[in-house]
């Protein structure tokens, strides 16, 4: 559980990174994401860097599903009333919501 959590922890800190510094990069000169009248230059192709932000977004959904079901693997092992056991996990699974 430890090593899962700290994959997600580090792959989505790179995913989510990569996809923010995209938001700068996608351009040279700078001034060419919102001056397309710019001379010269280069621009990565909008359809690409979408692509990226959308499968960047969908692992973070994803990830934050995962996220939500692991109080509930922690908790079932647990002496205490199934009743409570629910209502905890429930409480710490509501970060998905």
Same mark, same amino acid.
């Given at each position: ?36 009248? /710019? ?8 359809? +690409? $860097? ?5 499968? %960047?977004? !969908? ?15 922690? /908790? ?8 409570? +056991? $629910? ?5 710490? %699974?509501? !970060?998905?919501?």
């Amino acid at each position: 559980m430890r090593r899962m959590i700290w994959f997600i922890i580090v792959s989505l800190n790179g995913i989510l990174g990569t996809a923010m510094l995209f938001m700068w990069v996608k351009c040279r000169p700078f001034a060419k994401i919102w001056d397309e009248s /710019l001379e010269g230059g280069w621009c990565i192709e909008p359809a +690409k $860097v979408i692509t990226l932000y959308q499968w %960047s977004a !969908g692992y973070s959904g994803a990830m934050d599903i995962v996220l939500a079901l692991c109080p509930w693997v922690l /908790l079932w092992n647990l002496s205490m009333l199934k009743r409570e +056991k $629910v209502g905890v996990a429930i409480c710490m %699974s509501m !970060g998905v919501v």
